[in-house]
């Protein structure tokens, strides 16, 4: 099992920059392929970016956020990270960090989740 904890989050203005950061519990993070996602209000949790286990080279993103946003895993931390560029004011939401087996997009593909942090973007 792993138990994870994100951080990072606020209120900035539009284009401005966040660094979220992910930290995991546990001996086995390098095995686990990370994502973030992320839920605004009255909108269903869509998958954000992904990172493959081990060396995490394999990455998604979401069409709305690639070019500005950054994931990035540190295995000797146990943390990956999120590095939001350009924020806009649709980028508000409560974002999550999830581990899986398995790197994709799809919610169904990890097993353990956060429990959020909340970026607000003012226009």
């Known amino acids: 099992q792993v138990q994870l904890v994100e951080s990072g989050g606020g209120l900035v203005q539009a284009g401005g920059s966040l660094r979220l950061s992910c930290a995991a519990s546990?001996?086995?993070?390098?095995?686990?392929?990370m994502a973030w996602f992320r839920q605004a209000p009255g909108k269903e949790r869509e998958a954000v970016a992904a990172?493959?286990?081990?060396?995490?080279?394999?990455?998604y993103y979401a069409a709305s956020v690639k070019g500005r946003f950054t994931i990035s895993r540190d295995n000797a931390k146990n943390t990956v990270y999120l590095q939001s560029n350009s924020l806009k004011p649709e980028d508000t939401a409560v974002y999550y960090c999830?581990?899986?087996?398995?790197?994709?997009?799809?919610?169904?593909?990890?097993?353990?989740w956060g429990q959020g942090t909340q970026v607000t973007v003012s226009s």
């Open positions: 990172i493959s286990h081990s060396d995490g080279t394999t990455l």
């Open positions: 999830a581990a899986g087996d398995v790197v994709g997009m799809s919610r169904a593909l990890y097993n353990y």
């Open positions: 546990g001996r086995t993070f390098s095995s686990y392929s």
